[in-house]
């Protein structure tokens, strides 16, 4: 059921509509959970205070009136603003995804929908670095970057600032987890603050979880991520894999590399950690994929590019699927495959 209320309005030609709203908008003299009216010639805009109206600065014709509008209880975004924003949720914090043209209304509308949401913020970088961090802009809410994420049943205390973190990876990690057997030894070369390696350890705690990150803002995450999931099974360690990985030569049944940019550089290390007898490899990259062209086509190119940088090693490839979008026409794809150190079984390497 709708309610329906009288109040002060402004009319103005269709025409002029937009502009006036906006202006309405920035003095803060726009009623957000009215519903705006139209008819063939007008646009009606509810006042939160008609006698201010001169703090709006309008250069058009308007009329003053009053009207019944109906009550936005459970508006969308899109009523209160016109605007379809994409956004991703990371605790109590939303990122915009998409450059709009009135950020700052979806911001407070975000807000006003959401009581969970405390900070509504947008992307000002890409994904950058070595330690892949993204700047973010926050326009609305509480000044900070840090917060708690939920996920799978874990607590992730992260800033989005200074660590990279994708809640899109969720279905992902659940999916990982759900592969490890009690016993197993699992490297997560590129950890993070733990998404992979806490559920891991969480789900089997007779695993044991090696978490490798070169980001120190990342392990200082893990490390109090660690405590607060109350798991003893995951060993947090800060460097470069690169430099670090001899230390775990021979160690493991299972190997994480989700450093979809690079990863591919670093298959050497992650052969030689495995257990001699061999292990599975979580291997993820990013393929482009041309306009038309089936996933099929994509995924081949990243079983190809796993297969060519595995040198002495032989593998067979148990999986592989689309993981996410990464960018327009390009994603990443997700490879699971059983590594062997050496050419196995009389020089086989399996593509399925
Ligand atoms: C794409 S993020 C993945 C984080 C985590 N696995 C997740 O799902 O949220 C890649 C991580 O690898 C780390 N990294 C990059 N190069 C590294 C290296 N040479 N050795 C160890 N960690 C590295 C970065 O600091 C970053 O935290």
């Known amino acids: 059921m709708s309610f329906i209320e009288p109040c002060p309005c402004v009319k103005v030609r269709k025409e002029h509509g937009e502009e006036v709203r906006l202006a309405l908008k920035a003095a803060n003299l726009l009623r957000t959970d009215l519903r705006i009216q139209h008819d063939d010639e007008f646009v009606y805009l509810p006042l939160t205070a008609e006698q201010v109206l001169e703090a709006a600065e309008l250069n058009v014709e308007i009329e003053l009136c009053n009207r019944e509008f109906e009550a936005l209880d459970k508006s969308s975004i899109v009523e209160l603003t016109g605007l379809k924003p994409s956004y991703e949720i990371v605790g109590d914090i939303a990122v915009l995804t998409t450059e709009l043209p009135d950020a700052e209304a979806v911001a407070s509308a975000i807000l006003k929908l959401h009581r969970n949401i405390k900070v509504v913020a947008r992307r000002k970088s890409h994904v950058e670095g070595v330690f892949r961090r993204r700047k973010i802009e926050i326009i609305a809410g509480e000044q900070r970057t840090e917060t708690m994420h939920k996920e799978n049943g874990c607590r992730y205390k992260l800033d989005l600032e200074r660590v990279y973190f994708n809640p899109r990876l969720a279905t992902e990690r659940a999916r990982v987890a759900s592969l490890v057997a009690p016993g197993e030894v699992v490297i997560d070369m590129f950890a993070g603050v733990g998404p992979f390696s806490i559920l891991i350890a969480r789900r089997v705690p007779e695993s044991r979880v090696i978490a490798i990150d070169i980001n120190p803002d990342a392990i200082r995450y893990l490390r109090e991520n660690i405590r607060l999931n109350g798991?003893?099974?995951?060993?947090?360690?800060?460097?470069?894999?690169?430099?670090?990985?001899?230390?775990?030569?021979?160690?493991?049944?299972?190997?994480?590399?989700?450093?979809?940019?690079?990863?591919?550089?670093?298959?050497?290390?992650?052969?030689?950690?495995?257990?001699?007898?061999?292990?599975?490899?979580?291997?993820?990259?990013?393929?482009?994929?041309?306009?038309?062209?089936?996933?099929?086509?994509?995924?081949?190119?990243?079983?190809?590019?796993?297969?060519?940088?595995?040198?002495d090693a032989s593998a067979e490839i148990l999986a592989a699927r689309k993981v996410k979008a990464y960018a327009p026409y390009a994603y990443i794809a997700g490879i699971d495959a059983k590594v062997y150190k050496q050419v196995h079984g009389g020089g086989r390497r399996n593509v399925r």
């Open 231 to 311: 798991v003893t099974n995951v060993t947090p360690v800060e460097g470069d894999v690169r430099m670090l990985h001899s230390e775990f030569m021979d160690t493991a049944d299972r190997i994480i590399m989700n450093l979809p940019g690079n990863a591919h550089e670093y298959l050497p290390e992650a052969i030689g950690m495995l257990k001699p007898e061999g292990g599975t490899i979580h291997f993820y990259t990013v393929e482009s994929m041309n306009r038309g062209e089936a996933s099929s086509a994509l995924l081949d190119k990243a079983k190809q590019k796993f297969m060519m940088y595995l040198r």
